[in-house]
């Protein structure tokens, strides 16, 4: 599996944005995806994750902001950004996890697979 991020690039603060996962291979709907980010200095963080059947977590972070989908007939995960924050400023991955086994989601060691990163930033 081969996961390709975009979407990222300068937002005002209360914009919003929407990221793009498009993955390779053909187990793409029997997969469970997430989000991470990383900020500027910081460590990695969970965002959000999506099962095989749509089941979704967040993040604190993202919690009530963020929306995470999947389009299994694209091959593509999308994380639509709400009201978006300075503190939002980071590198955004897409992970997959291909035995989708969905228990300890914002754990980075559950996903096998990861995308390059997308950079977003947010003005204030």
């Known amino acids: 599996v081969q996961l390709q991020a975009s979407g990222g690039g300068l937002v005002q603060a209360g914009g919003s944005l929407r990221l793009s996962c498009t993955a390779s291979g053909r187990t793409f709907s029997t997969s469970s995806f997430a989000w991470f980010r990383q900020p500027p200095g910081k460590e990695r963080e969970f965002v959000a994750h999506?099962?095989?059947?749509?089941?979704?977590w967040y993040g604190n972070s993202a919690s009530g902001r963020f929306t995470i989908s999947r389009n299994n007939a694209e091959n593509t995960v999308y994380l639509q950004m709400n009201r978006l924050k300075p503190e939002d400023t980071a590198v955004y991955y897409c992970?997959?996890?291909?035995?989708?086994?969905?228990?300890?989601?914002?754990?980075?060691?559950?996903?096998?697979?990861w995308g390059q990163g997308t950079e977003l930033t947010v003005s204030s």
């Open positions: 999506i099962s095989s059947s749509d089941g979704t």
């Open positions: 992970a997959a996890d291909s035995y989708s086994r969905d228990w300890s989601v914002s754990s980075a060691d559950q996903y096998d697979y």
